[in-house]
């Protein structure tokens, strides 16, 4: 794997593709500068070794057309307090006067282009426009994860200009090795917690995982297809009918390759789907019509605590319960105290995937995990085993 380390920048000019897409308020202020600061390690490298820097990135949905609300021109203010150097911004993406400022980049000085989804070619990978693009730099580093699921013309198409080089940054080297530690190299028992709305949504990733973990922990909304299935009482509880078959499917196939699977056992049940509700603790196969399953209940609780605390390498994706209502959210907390202590205790945890990153953050347990996943919908793809486009260009 060729990371921004194998390369001396000296003299040379990097083209790094970014994730700028941060968001901002009515006045085109930068609300949460994360990205910016998650992508400052590579470019820093490239600076320090004496070389420059052209930035690329999107923002939001143009979809092909120049939207001036969404010109990257509004963050590049701040992109210069962030990094602490000067940034210059061109507005446009490739031709002359991209190609111009390009050229006329000073060591130590770096460069961003306009938004590169005003350009539709970007979004289908149009390779005149990844050659275009090619021209702005020597050397191609890629170091957005949230898009290396995408084969668009920055993240992807361009590399094979730069057939020798070319390269991760820092943040994107990062996530493929915390993927790799869970997925391939990761010290067992391996335990993935597997919770969120639906069973339809995550079955790729329980298809794929069966075969990487020791112990498998079902929580959330996918619960009750897995109780009904086995001929469970689920009340009004969210269950997809027509993945029942499924579901048995899966705990069969996780019989066969020696995964345990973990179901609760119990749940806090509600009247209504509401914070206000009235609550009453069940066993998760006898919930009564008028009542829904929307978090985990205390035995169940128990059982997760054990099997978490004894993992060696943890992954975790999707929330417990419905962690958004607080009376529905200890579940969540409970299993984010026990990643953590796993984690103090030497344990390797990554979090990825939509909302259990967002409770991550919501419940403050994002510095005492391993990892917290910057990519949304790359590292979904990733744990369904799918080779991301814009990781095998750099690897080709
Ligand atoms: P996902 O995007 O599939 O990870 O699903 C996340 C959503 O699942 C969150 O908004 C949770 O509120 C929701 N969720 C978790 N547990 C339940 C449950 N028991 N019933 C309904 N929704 C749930």
Not at 315 to 337: C, D, H, Q, R
């Amino acid at each position: 794997m060729k990371t921004i380390d194998n390369f001396n920048f000296e003299n040379k000019r990097a083209l790094i593709r970014v994730d700028f897409n941060v968001p901002m308020d009515e006045n085109f202020k930068v609300t949460d500068a994360n990205r910016i600061e998650a992508a400052k390690p590579s470019i820093i490298k490239v600076l320090e070794d004496g070389g420059s820097v052209v930035l690329m990135s999107h923002l939001g949905r143009p979809k092909g057309k120049n939207v001036p609300e969404l010109s990257l021109r509004h963050i590049c203010a701040k992109v210069s307090e962030v990094l602490g150097v000067e940034v210059k911004f061109v507005g446009t993406t490739v031709g002359e006067a991209a190609e111009k400022e390009a050229s006329n980049l000073e060591n130590g000085k770096v460069l961003l282009l306009e938004n590169l989804r005003f350009n539709a070619e970007e979004e289908k990978g149009g390779e005149a426009f990844a050659e275009q693009l090619s021209k702005l730099g020597d050397i191609y580093i890629n170091d957005a994860f949230g898009t290396a699921h995408r084969a668009h013309a920055s993240t992807t198409i361009v590399a094979k200009f730069f057939p020798e080089n070319k390269c991760f940054g820092y943040l994107l080297a990062k996530e493929i090795k915390a993927i790799d530690k869970v997925m391939q190299t990761g010290e067992k028992p391996v335990t993935a917690i597997l919770g969120g709305a639906k069973v339809s949504s995550k079955i790729t990733i329980i298809e794929n995982i069966l075969d990487k973990v020791d112990h498998l922990i079902i929580g959330g909304g996918m619960t009750y297809t897995f109780i009904k299935a086995q001929g469970g009482s689920v009340g009004d509880s969210i269950c997809e009918d027509d993945k029942m078959e499924l579901a048995l499917d899966i705990l069969k196939q996780a019989k066969e390759k020696g995964v345990e699977v973990h179901i609760p056992v119990d749940v806090i049940a509600a009247d209504d789907f509401s914070n206000t509700a009235n609550t009453t603790i069940v066993d998760v196969t006898k919930i009564e019509n008028g009542w829904q399953g929307l978090d985990a209940g205390p035995k169940t609780l128990e059982i997760f605590k054990e099997v978490i605390l004894k993992s060696k390498t943890i992954l975790w994706n999707g929330p417990i319960g419905v962690f958004e209502m607080e009376s529905f959210a200890k579940g969540t907390i409970a299993v984010g105290n026990y990643i953590a202590e796993a984690t103090k205790n030497g344990a390797f945890s990554l979090v990825g995937g939509g909302d259990s990153v967002a409770a991550v953050k919501q419940f403050g347990f994002e510095d005492k995990v391993s990892y917290v996943s910057t990519g949304g919908g790359a590292m979904l793809e990733s744990l369904e085993g799918k080779t991301l486009p814009g990781i095998a260009a750099i690897m080709e």
